[in-house]
């Protein structure tokens, strides 16, 4: 999932209400795995969430096809995507 701030009007402080946003992703992970660990067992607490985050330029577009689908480009997004996965 791509999560983005500061479209299509900048914003400054887009970089805190990202960092924000993840943090607040990361607690809301944390609390529902300790609900489901009762019910699924304490190997559910292995799960974990990874993020990469990003400052720059994009361009973005509706792509047609089977299904319509909103879509951010670039190496800002690139860039996320590698810290993300490493």
């Known amino acids: 999932y791509l999560a983005a701030t500061g479209l299509p009007t900048p914003q400054l402080n887009h ?15 944390h609390a529902t795995l300790e609900q489901l660990s009762g019910t699924l067992g304490a190997d559910v607490m292995d799960l974990g969430l990874r993020i ?18 909103f879509q951010v480009f670039g190496d800002t997004v690139n860039t996320a995507s590698r810290m993300e996965s490493s």
Not at 58 to 64: Q, S, Y
């Open 52 to 69: 990469g985050i990003h400052s720059g330029e994009v361009t973005a577009g509706v792509l047609r096809g089977e299904k319509s689908r």
């Open 15 to 29: 970089a805190i209400i990202m960092c924000q946003f993840a943090h607040a992703c990361m607690k809301s992970l």
